[in-house]
Nanobody
């Protein structure tokens, strides 16, 4: 059974940086390598939105929140996905979840983690 666990959330000041980590278990390195992985976030009272993702073919998909400030990366040998966030703003405060698409590798998410809260204080 695929499981995703996010770590690295917390309180950060405006303009600061934070790196989130998502550890994926329950699948082989080969399956992970061919999977799409991504980060989504949910602000209070709003729908979940895509932050950024990498397809199984290595294509980068950037949602509006990520452009110019957030970077996704993956370590296929460790089944880990990272989100490096910089120049954080108060409106980045949200629960950030990682997701994986093991079936198509294109971003049709079939599993999400519980999420980690990021709070940006002014």
């Amino acid at each position: 059974q695929v499981q995703l666990e996010e770590t690295g959330g917390g309180l950060v000041q405006v303009g600061g940086s934070l790196r989130l980590t998502c550890a994926v278990s329950g699948i082989s390195e080969t399956v992970f390598r061919g999977s799409a992985v991504g980060w989504l976030r949910q602000l209070a009272g709003k729908q979940r939105e895509l932050v950024t993702a990498l397809t199984g073919d290595g294509l980068l998909i950037e949602g509006n929140p990520a452009k110019g400030r957030f970077t996704i990366s993956r370590d296929n040998a460790k089944n880990v996905v990272y989100l490096q966030m910089s120049r954080l703003r108060p409106d980045d405060t949200a629960v950030y979840s990682c997701a994986i698409d093991t079936r198509t590798g294109t971003g049709r998410w079939d599993k999400w983690g519980q999420g980690t809260l990021v709070t940006v204080s002014s």
